[in-house]
């Protein structure tokens, strides 16, 4: 199967190198329906609502957009998501004063907010010790990701040795 962007190039779909360029035509979405994909050029207007929503409804308080910070993310030699963070205000919380978010790439790049799809997420981090910036809110992502990789893989393994450890059934 190919991936939808894959897909979307062979027929001919142009993309922009970054969402945030001033090249013509940026403004207008362009949307290409191919099975249950469909993108759209991104719009930061309805990417920050959809954060904001996102922190709203996992916090219950209300949420004022404040700044987009860059932060350089590096794990293994190699920059990572995001490269940008949304920091948001909030009112009414009782602890935090202050969320930093971003979306998955699909979300980030092509204002893909469907969460029926698998690579839709929001990640939010309220300003609470550890995370006192969005550089250590990323960094505190990475190390979440990272320990559940591990996980997985140590799982895995398990799972593996357990399957084929045993010896297969004799065949008649």
């Not at 963070?85 to 909030?90: A, K, P, R, S």
Request: proline fraction near 6%.
């Amino acid at each position: 199967m190919l991936r939808p962007a894959l897909h979307l190039r062979q027929h001919g779909v142009r993309f922009p190198t970054s969402p945030h360029s001033n090249q013509p035509g940026n403004s207008v979405a362009i949307i290409k329906k191919f099975g249950k994909y469909s993108f759209t050029l991104k719009n930061k207007k309805d990417y920050l609502e959809w954060l904001k929503v996102k922190i709203e409804g996992r916090h219950n308080c209300d949420v004022t957009y404040r700044e987009t910070v860059s932060v350089q993310a590096v794990l293994n030699g190699k920059t990572v998501w995001p490269r940008e963070v949304e920091v948001f205000d909030l009112v009414g919380h009782s602890t935090a004063k202050r969320a930093y978010a971003w979306g998955s790439p699909a979300a980030y790049e092509w204002s893909h907010f469907d969460e029926s799809d698998e690579f839709i997420r929001a990640f939010v981090f309220l300003e609470l010790p550890p995370v006192d910036s969005a550089q250590k809110a990323v960094q505190m992502q990475i190390e979440e990701m990272v320990k559940d990789l591990r996980q997985a893989k140590k799982d895995f393994k398990q799972y593996m040795d357990d399957k084929f450890s045993k010896p297969f059934p004799p065949t008649n």
